[in-house]
């Protein structure tokens, strides 16, 4: 039995992004490609597709996570801020991207939210990566 774990993750991901293309209810907002995903990033993110990848993304790391809320995966998608004089300093990712995507895959009925818990991988999003792993494989 082929499970996520026995598939590379950028390979998961760019499965699994592709299959998230098929589905009207993960349409990107109008605002996706003008935003910066944090206050570490120079620039807006240059990937054609990168709402998608971002989406697939998450539901791998709550499938490898478990039960996991906004804040940790903010500071999971964050990254350095460059100081001129000092150190760079991690800086969290920007909520609203990560909010609203988890808010469209609970529309999708991938993932679902228990209150104070955070979110959690429905069985629907467990099989769309299983499936998204056994194509890989097969490539």
């Not at 500071?75 to 001129?84: D, F, R």
């Not at 150190?87 to 808010?103: N, S």
């Amino acid at each position: 039995m082929t499970t996520l774990f026995d598939v590379p993750a950028n390979d998961l991901i760019k499965a699994v992004s592709e299959e998230l293309k098929n589905k009207p209810e993960l349409a990107p907002p109008a605002w996706a490609g003008l935003v910066k995903s944090g206050a570490h990033a120079e620039r807006v993110p240059q990937q054609k597709d990168f709402w998608f990848t971002r989406c697939a993304s998450l539901l791998r790391t709550l499938a490898v996570r478990g039960k996991v809320g906004v804040r940790r995966l903010r500071h999971k998608y964050g990254g350095g801020k460059e100081h001129h004089v000092a150190k760079p300093h991690h800086v969290m990712a920007g909520g609203k991207i990560i909010r609203l995507a988890l808010q469209k895959l609970e529309k999708a009925g991938l993932v679902s939210k228990k209150e104070k818990e955070g979110r959690r991988l429905t069985a629907k999003g467990e099989a769309l990566l299983t499936k998204a792993a056994v194509s890989s494989l097969k490539k």
